[in-house]
């Protein structure tokens, strides 16, 4: 069965800790993503990255950055969380045309 | 960039009805995928059924269909027989069908609640 795995469930952190997002698929996608889930805004995609050490901005990429060094692997970064990075935060694959698989979702708590 | 609304923030149905979850999109392209997934308490997003927009027929699955109307832009969902474990959060999504159409767009979601 596909599988998309996030290292955590729930974080908790304090402002200004650098934090990392980890997202593990095992179905040689090219397309993986990160978005941010937050209550009456939907999903709002962070950055999203289409190849190895290949990565595009989405909607919301300030404070963030990502890395995909192996295909499997895609790291959203938060330099120093702040308050309101307190979210869900989701990783997603696709392959071309398909449909998206998502992880299980990292709840994080900045305080 | 696309569009997608979900006007119904929340919606609520009695066990054993049917009930439509409203999205609509906007796009100027012809070829795209779209999707219904269900985030249950759990938060694990799960599709519930996926369109292309090259068909002309509805798809189905099980308990759950679509009125797919591309002129008007418009996908709905509609439940039938609810059952008390579709109470979720819907998302409608849009997919280019391009070659690098590599992003989703997502609706802002409908909270479905399932009164037994």
């Known amino acids: 069965d596909v599988k998309v795995t996030q290292s955590s469930r729930y974080l908790v952190k304090r402002t200004g800790e650098k934090v990392f997002l980890e997202c593990v698929q095992d179905?040689?996608?090219?397309?993986m993503f990160w978005y941010r889930q937050d209550p009456g805004l939907g999903l709002r995609l962070i950055y999203f990255s289409y190849d190895v050490k290949m990565k595009e901005k989405g909607d919301i990429p300030e404070g963030y950055s990502v890395s995909r060094e192996k295909k499997e692997r895609f790291s959203l970064i938060l330099e120093s969380a702040s308050t309101n990075q307190t979210s869900m935060y989701l990783c997603a694959s696709t392959p071309p045309r398909g449909k998206l698989f998502f992880g299980s979702g990292t709840q994080l708590s900045v305080l | 960039a696309q569009t997608v609304t979900q006007s119904q923030p929340e919606m609520s149905v009695q066990e054993a009805e049917t009930v439509t979850l409203s999205c609509t999109y906007d796009?100027?392209?012809?070829?795209?995928?779209l999707f219904w997934y269900k985030q249950p308490p759990s938060r694990q997003m799960i599709l519930v059924i996926r369109q292309e927009a090259y068909k002309q027929q509805n798809a189905t699955e099980n308990r759950f269909s679509v009125n797919f109307q591309k002129a008007a832009k418009s996908f709905s969902l509609k439940i039938s027989d609810s059952q008390l474990g579709d109470a979720a959060m819907y998302f409608c999504a849009y997919r280019s069908a391009l070659n690098t159409g590599n992003q989703f767009y997502f609706g802002t979601g409908t909270s479905l609640t399932v009164i037994p």
């Open positions: 796009t100027s392209e012809s070829d795209y995928y």
């Open positions: 179905m040689d996608h090219e397309n």
